[in-house]
């Protein structure tokens, strides 16, 4: 299992030494992709006031120029009003034109909203929107085990009480399918400005994103070029502070703001601590021995085997929205 | 509802081959169903769903443990315990 040219596993093993140098060859990479690849003029990406659409809108707009990047802020009804602001701090620091498109009434005409209740009502027949916030969360014992996470849907009321209960299968597949026409819609959005540009768009996922499945088909997956898809969390926060992101967005915990109650990423997806899953995935792709892992991250080695196994899974199962169509 | 214990194993054997496509000699009472992969998280749901519905029992948050649905064996003795409490 262990290779003698690979490094010894330790905490510091995804620290990029060279950063400039880093920030360069994606910077080129985004330049050659957008203008001689793709053979468009500039590019259109989502802000959000996240650290990854920070970081690659600005890598965007050293590789392309300012005047040739568009941010758009793609606002509906849930959204934090926090994350407007921060996008907007972006733009201007980058000095990068930024728009607001607000998605709320085109997800109103598509009943996204209407048939995420309807699904959460059959689970909290109580729930109103007007009164209640929701938000899908993971219910299990962690990964250290070999059960999948299992998903339940939390209401908050007005007063901060919260209420759990798990959702049936078809519930929660209407709930799932209804908020992905939020990443559906703003997908549609920014082609329509790439389009009268003649722009790419530029993705934002992350490694974790992407390998792991945290995205939606032809939704945020959905993109011409995804300039940070190969860095972990880790390192998308070292490039963050190398270009200079603002340190309100460096230091926000990363949600999935698309729930009406708060929601971090950790506690509807990923299950740990960013730094820990980075190390854990890293561990995992590059097949280092679970016993010299567990030591590292002080566990035991059928804790690791057990994470391990989990990320197989999760590969397994999210490889369909890796796909591309069949064709005969 | 019952408590027949072979009607009850055979019912979630039953369950799984047809959410999971396995082959039908893989699935024993004792194999590891959820360490050798043969479910995700829609499938665990649809599972929890299935007991619920078919045994009449109500999962909490303490019963999402490895050692209630690593088998079917271990799965049936859930149930009985389950519908022994409520």
Not at chain 1, 173 to 194: D, V
Not at chain 1, 297 to 323: P, S, W
């Amino acid at each position: 299992m262990k290779n003698k040219d690979k490094r010894p596993f330790s905490k510091d093993i995804l620290i990029i030494h060279d950063i400039d140098a880093e920030c360069n060859r994606l910077i080129t990479n985004i330049r050659e992709g957008v203008l001689h690849k793709l053979n468009r003029l500039g590019g259109v990406i989502g802000i959000s006031g996240g650290i990854d659409s920070s970081v690659s809108m600005a890598l965007a707009a050293k590789a392309l120029g300012t005047e040739n990047v568009l941010g758009i802020m793609l606002p509906e009804q849930d959204s934090s009003s926090e994350s407007a602001l921060f996008a907007q701090k972006l733009a201007d620091r980058f000095d990068v034109k930024a728009i607001t498109e607000n998605i709320t009434e085109a997800l109103e005409g598509l009943g996204c909203y209407q048939r995420r209740d309807e699904a959460v009502r059959t689970v909290f027949p109580e729930y109103d929107p007007l009164h209640y916030k929701m938000k899908i969360g993971i219910r299990s014992s962690g990964l250290y085990t070999n059960l999948p996470p299992l998903f339940s849907v939390t209401i908050v009321d007005s007063k901060g009480k919260e209420q759990s209960k798990h959702v049936p299968a078809p519930e929660l597949r209407q709930i799932e399918a209804a908020s992905n026409f939020k990443q559906r819609c703003r997908m549609s959005m920014l082609y329509y400005h790439a389009e009268r540009l003649h722009y790419a768009v530029i993705g934002t996922p992350n490694k974790h994103e992407v390998e792991q499945g945290f995205f939606v088909k032809h939704g945020d997956g959905g993109a011409d070029v995804m300039p940070i898809a190969h860095l972990y969390k880790t390192q998308v926060y070292q490039l963050a502070h190398y270009l200079g992101i603002p340190e309100e967005i460096i230091d926000r915990t990363p949600t999935s703001d698309t729930y009406s109650a708060e929601q971090t990423q950790e506690e509807f997806f990923f299950q740990l601590p960013f730094q820990q899953m980075d190390l854990l995935w890293y561990a995992f792709k590059n097949k280092y021995d679970p016993q010299e892992v567990a030591s590292v991250m002080e566990r035991t080695a059928d804790e690791i085997n057990k994470v391990f196994a989990g990320f197989e899974r999760k590969i397994k199962t999210t490889e369909y929205l890796r796909m591309t169509p069949l064709t005969n | 509802m019952t408590k027949d214990i072979s009607v009850i194993k055979e019912t979630i054997k039953e369950h799984i081959l047809q959410a999971t496509f396995a082959d039908k000699d893989k699935i024993q009472n004792d194999s590891l169903i959820f360490k050798e992969g043969y479910f995700d998280s829609m499938g665990f749901v649809v599972l929890i769903t299935f007991l619920e519905e078919s045994f009449g029992i109500t999962t909490t948050d303490e019963d999402l443990i490895e050692e209630n649905f690593e088998s079917i064996d271990a799965i049936t003795s859930f149930i009985i315990r389950k519908t022994d409490n409520q």
